[in-house]
């Protein structure tokens, strides 16, 4: 997979954390691509789920992601 293919599964990625993710902000979602510790943080923070509960939710959606393409 190219850079260019990669940067797209991304952004289809960021768009899907933004709808299942709303309150979440630009740059919180951001965080994601270089500092997925700081993201998973922000979940807890905002929607109270434990560190292990939000990277599962973000693993499925990843999964949905692959499905779809």
Do not use: S
Request: net charge positive; hydrophobic share 30%.
């Amino acid at each position: 997979m190219n850079q260019e293919q990669t940067k797209g599964k991304f952004h289809q990625l960021k768009g899907k954390l933004k709808e299942t993710w709303g309150r979440l902000t630009d740059d919180e979602i951001a965080l994601y691509e270089g500092q997925q510790e700081k993201f998973f943080g922000k979940l807890q923070e905002k929607y109270g789920l434990a560190k292990e509960e939000a990277k599962h939710r973000i693993r499925e959606l990843e999964r949905e992601q692959q499905k779809a393409a």
